[in-house]
């Protein structure tokens, strides 16, 4: 399996529901340092994964829907806490469709997953890894 990763950040507000959270039910702020693996059996005919450019400038885009918002407002994540865990799998989906749709071009067609990985910090982080 070949693998190519590329990396953004994001700063967002939230609070948790649930007293497991204790005060991180309170309104408080994360930054993330993003990660993107995309994954294919075979090289394209380029010899690539994915062109890195485009999965950068796709993965800045995701990333840009959540930057700097308060997540606790943001009508599709109503009802659920956004975990770490939930929000790396809304980055992995809004890759996959932006696949789905042409924007990593015709190549990317041959991906065979994406795992979109959240780093809160230097010692924790979250994944969710999905097929295409």
Known sequence: MF?????????IAHSFRGEVFGPAQRL???TYVV???FCREDLDED????????????????????NYR?????????????STE?????VADRLADRVEAG??????RG????????????VASAAYERSL
């Open 70 to 82: 308060n997540l606790d407002d943001v009508e599709v994540f109503a009802g659920q806490n956004t």
């Open 3 to 11: 693998s190519v990763t590329v990396r953004d950040h994001m700063m």
């Open 111 to 122: 991906l065979s997953a994406i795992k979109v990985t959240l780093h809160e910090s230097h």
């Open 28 to 30: 408080h702020g994360a």
């Open 35 to 37: 990660d993107a693996t």
């Open 47 to 66: 010899g690539l994964v994915v062109d890195i450019g485009c999965a950068r400038d796709e993965l800045a885009a995701v990333v840009g829907e959540l």
């Open 86 to 90: 939930v929000l790396a799998r809304f």
């Open 103 to 108: 924007n990593f071009g015709g190549n990317a």
